[in-house]
């Protein structure tokens, strides 16, 4: 089960941090990742986070703002936002996975969690 929190209001150019809790003990053996869905559009993916922490990746649309991290030790994924935009508006979702080949960051994901809403304005 995937519980995610932080999300909130923000205005443009502010941080937020969202968080991912995870239970039960296969933690660090699951390639986490978060995913993003703003009103009217599919979902996207954003960012991912190998099980040891030691590889990540990030889409585009993120990359330099957002940094995925992890704490194998809590169970807990993280997903610190930095220089918010009105476009990173959206509900995010932390998922996760078992790596079974292909490339580990795309999924397909085997666990998604409820989703948090970030909002950002103007």
């Known amino acids: 089960q995937l519980q995610a929190s932080g999300g909130g209001l923000a205005q443009a150019g502010d941080s937020l941090r969202l968080s991912c809790a995870a239970s039960g003990s296969t933690f660090s053996g699951l390639v986490m990742g978060w995913f993003r869905q703003a009103p009217g559009k599919e979902r996207e993916f954003a960012a991912a986070?190998?099980?040891?922490?030691?590889?990540?990746s990030y889409a585009d649309s993120v990359k330099g703002r957002f940094t995925i991290s992890r704490d194998n030790a809590k169970n807990t994924v993280y997903l610190q936002m930095n220089s918010l935009k009105p476009e990173d508006t959206a509900v995010y979702y932390c998922?996760?996975?078992?790596?079974?080949?292909?490339?580990?960051?795309?999924?397909?994901?085997?666990?998604w969690g409820q989703g948090t809403q970030v909002t950002v304005s103007s």
């Open positions: 986070i190998w099980r040891s922490g030691g590889s990540t």
């Open positions: 998922a996760a996975r078992y790596y079974n080949g292909g490339s580990w960051y795309t999924g397909p994901y085997d666990y």
